[in-house]
């Protein structure tokens, strides 16, 4: 919750933060601990996903995907990425062979040893653009 310190810092104060759709993953809990309330027009949660089934708007494997997401969504990625290995690969291409370095960071979590040589690289690359020195990109992102 960065965008709470920053504005902070340039003297604001938030007080309420409005999302569409609350993925009811913690994120009330951590705004509230910085006496924040957190509006929303949905939460995505078990009721949300019987209706839209019952609506036809998701099929019963998606509301079972989404569900197992919520449920827990780092061990759902790291399934998703091991069953289409070639997602990550399509991704960096579509974007032009970039990536943000909130993505490159979550796969360097998700713990995938054989790609982390390239994201490494990619986010050193991104590091670079912004104005970071390769040794200090490097060793940023060794820690994580």
Known sequence: ?????????????????????????????ALKSKGIELGSLLTLDERLL??????????????????????DPEEWSRDFLRRNPSFITERVQSSGGRISLSEGIDILRLGYPELVPEFRRLLIGRFAEIGVDPGSATKAIEGL
């Open 1 to 29: 919750m960065e965008w709470v310190e920053a504005i902070s810092e340039a003297g604001g104060t938030v007080e309420r933060y409005l999302v569409v759709v609350d993925r009811d993953q913690g994120g009330r809990a």
């Open 50 to 71: 019987e209706l839209a089934a019952e609506q036809g708007s998701i099929s019963g494997e998606a509301k079972s995907s989404i569900a197992e997401y919520l449920d």
